[in-house]
DNA sequence: GTCTATAGCTGGATAGAC
DNA sequence: GTCTATCCAGCTATAGAC
């Protein structure tokens, strides 16, 4: 291995490292590559030395925190019970997605104007997503579309937690229900109607 | 009435109305002062003469829209079956979010770094809530927990098909499936572990 | 690779005449 | 209220010496 080469990567990585915490501190539009160049203690030039654009830096930065997301997911999570492991991998996806709000902006939500992830820096998400769709399998779930709805019903959770009570429980507390909801309705989808108990109470 | 306060009000909702234009082309950061006002036929000193600040010039975006999203999910839609309803209604709330992604950036993502809207540009989305948990109270639903619950699956729909499949409707043809499974749960969430069926077959 | 210096542009906001 | 003119700040990106 080339030391040259290694050196370079480490002064990309301490570059990408210093980006995040810029933008966890300023939101992810605030960005500048002064304020990047002037905390990572070079000059601005010095940045298009590594990065060819601004858009390259994001790309880093995405591909970064795409791997921090695969890593923080992979711990095994195989208790037997695979609803329990689909509960303990909803709970994670969460906690991962509310620790740094700029990194689930990223990651997740597509704000950045100009920006769209190369698919090297998209690839850890995918290996997560095709995780899911095991552990879903080993759950009984194995429909593409059922795929879909967990995936709405996840986000959703992470995203009116962010949103509406950013720091708080509120949603994610949700998580053991939105489990037990989504398992029932995908192991017998045809018996809700069976269910069904209108209520009589109250009109217009 | 005043004719000059109508004057007023009518020029606000002119540049109001620029904005919305711009924005659905260029995006919702895209927002210029300049470029509204060319829109707009006037100038920049102009626009200041009826917004104090460009922050404003976004409160009344978010004011407008709101109403917008109000008016559009205001229709009745008393069908005597409240679960058609609640499908109904979200069946509009995504086709009122999928027509306009700046304007549900706006609505409901906090994209905008130091904009956060007034509590009167707020008042008709704090009126829609109030209208879906009617809705749910309809269909037999009162526990908050579960509106809450109720909200994260809605936006959540809205979240994937926007950011995962835009002008498509892999997400919103889950719709049914979706109140139908809320629905289920809600009416008898202990009922849920009764129907459990472990997958036998793969592991790790 | 790293710097100084700066080009070139766009942004929000204001002064002051009319 | 509307304009012309402009201030001042910030940005990405580059030129060219070392």
Do not use: E, K, M, Y
């Given at each position: 291995m080339d030391w040259r080469e290694a050196r370079?990567?480490?002064?990309?990585?301490?570059?990408?490292?210093?980006?995040?915490?810029?933008?966890?501190e300023e939101g992810l539009p605030a960005l500048s590559l002064r304020e990047l160049a002037?905390?990572?203690?070079?000059?601005?030039?010095t940045v298009y030395a590594y990065f060819e654009s601004k858009s390259a830096i994001y790309d880093a930065m995405f591909g970064a925190a795409a791997e921090d997301c695969a890593g923080w997911m992979a711990d095994p999570v195989d208790t037997r019970d695979p609803v329990a492991d689909l509960t303990t991998d909803v709970r994670r996806f969460v906690e991962f997605c509310t620790a740094d709000i700029p990194r689930y902006q990223l990651l997740f939500q597509h704000t950045i104007p100009g920006f769209s992830p190369s698919d090297q820096a998209y690839a850890p998400a995918v290996r997560a997503l095709e995780r899911t769709r095991q552990l879903l399998r080993r759950s009984g779930v194995s429909d593409p579309r059922y795929l879909d709805l967990w995936t709405a019903l996840t986000t959703g959770l992470v995203d009116q937690q962010i949103s509406n009570d950013p720091g708080g429980t509120r949603w994610s507390r949700?998580?053991?229900d939105a489990v037990r909801m989504f398992v029932a309705y995908c192991h017998d989808p045809q018996s809700v109607d069976a269910g069904q108990r209108p209520a009589s109470s109250e009109s217009a």
């Open positions: 370079r990567r480490g002064a990309r990585a301490t570059i990408v490292s210093s980006a995040w915490d810029l933008v966890r002037r905390r990572s203690g070079i000059t601005t030039p949700l998580i053991d």
